[in-house]
């Protein structure tokens, strides 16, 4: 059967999962084999360049500390039974750690001569790469705008609060697939379909785009680059000498499979504010809150997007009254008095509290009084001293009456 009509589309993450397994480099061969057939974008290839150094970086470190040998310290108290031995015993031992403090020093060495690689391409896995990605296709400026509009609907694949990269992948598919039947994609996340049983269901809304496309189109999913390669192979035929074997496989696929996700990093504001909502569901969430609280008041402006904040909603219907509730609410909260006197400490180191506090008191006292306000001031009235009405009132003009 003729590939000619097939697309085998891998995404960055399993690119980059090549720099952090030890059998990744097995791979690279049968990979370079199908490189007139796999489709790649330039912002996949973007993606890969921009983070595989730290993913390298961190896939060396926790490999290298299991590399490393423990040193020790020598005692100086160490003694024999006889004259001299326990010399000899100290002469050793420090022999020893002195070896393994030399030895520990190559590994570090050995593991910044692999960066140092990597970050010029120099390394096994980018040389190997670099075939594929010269053949990565720029997007156009129609694809960007179907891309964001994807993205604005909140149709997969990717997530609305995360930039444009799933969305634009996708739209430069279609487009690419024009005149095709077959597609393979290997992904790592969930962003075109759903794993289930180890095998792969692609995302129906995204098969019907493929379907207006191309009618009769056929989508093969899969998380395992070993797995979907040996499926391409198998079902189109292609050349592919450079096979593994079974024992090759299962290793490749055990690793894999036990590989943690990719590390997620904020790009923005709105990242953080995904990840709060995030937070607000797990179990015990209050101390990540707080972290997540204190890292949204670092961000620009903060202090006075709050201000704002406040003055909008102090102009909705019934605010003093939702206010009072919430304040009801709030007081029957652990330890709600200590964090309304942290809350005023910091309040009080923005600029012109004073004046703002001052304008507040201001307008709470032109509102109308409430009924209840109303029935205390009576009662209150009915029982007042009358010798409290002959005293002269001293207050000026700049003071508030106590």
């Not at 006197?341 to 008191?361: G, H, K, Y």
């Amino acid at each position: 059967m003729s590939a000619d009509d097939t697309s085998l589309f891998i995404d960055a993450n399993k690119y980059l999962d090549l720099y952090r397994t030890d059998k990744g480099k097995k791979l690279l061969a049968p990979l370079a084999e199908q490189v007139d057939y796999i489709f790649v974008t330039q912002r996949v290839v973007d993606e890969v360049q921009r983070n595989k150094i730290q993913v390298a970086a961190d896939y060396l470190a926790a490999k290298f500390k299991e590399l490393k040998l423990l040193t020790f310290n020598v005692p100086d108290h160490l003694t024999g039974a006889e004259a001299g031995q326990s010399a000899g015993i100290l002469q050793e031992m420090g022999d020893v750690c002195k070896r393994l403090k030399m030895l520990n020093s190559k590994v570090d060495a050995l593991a910044l001569g692999i960066l140092e690689q990597i970050s010029s391409s120099e390394d096994e896995v980018s040389k190997a790469l670099a075939p594929i990605f010269e053949r990565a296709i720029p997007h156009s400026q129609e694809e960007i705008q179907r891309a964001r509009e994807r993205r604005e609907f909140g149709n997969p694949p990717g997530k609305a609060s995360n930039p444009i990269g799933d969305q634009l992948t996708w739209e430069q598919i279609l487009s690419h697939f024009q005149g095709k039947r077959r597609l393979w994609i290997i992904s790592r996340d969930g962003d075109y379909g759903t794993l289930f049983g180890g095998k792969g269901f692609i995302n129906r809304f995204l098969y019907e785009e493929l379907q207006a496309v191309s009618p009769g189109a056929e989508a093969f999913l899969f998380a395992d680059t070993v797995e979907g390669i040996t499926h391409f192979v198998a079902a189109t035929g292609v050349k592919a000498e450079k096979r593994l074997t079974p024992e090759e496989v299962e290793e490749i696929e055990k690793e894999e499979q036990s590989l943690p996700p990719l590390p997620q990093r904020f790009h923005s504001s709105e990242d953080l504010r995904g990840a709060i909502e995030t937070l607000s569901l797990l179990r015990s969430p209050d101390e990540q809150k707080r972290r997540a609280m204190e890292a949204m008041s670092n961000l620009p402006d903060f202090h006075e997007q709050m201000r704002r904040a406040m003055v909008a909603m102090s102009n909705l219907p019934d605010f003093q009254e939702q206010k009072r509730r919430a304040m009801e609410a709030m007081s029957n909260l652990p330890d709600f008095h200590e964090q309304m006197r942290r809350a005023m400490e910091a309040m009080s180191n923005l600029p012109d509290i004073d004046e703002q506090v001052r304008r507040a008191l201001r307008m709470s006292e032109q509102s109308p009084p409430s009924d209840e306000d109303s029935e205390s001031n009576d009662e209150d009235g009915a029982n007042t001293d009358p010798e409290d009405d002959d005293e002269p009132d001293n207050s000026t003009d700049d003071e508030q009456p106590k």
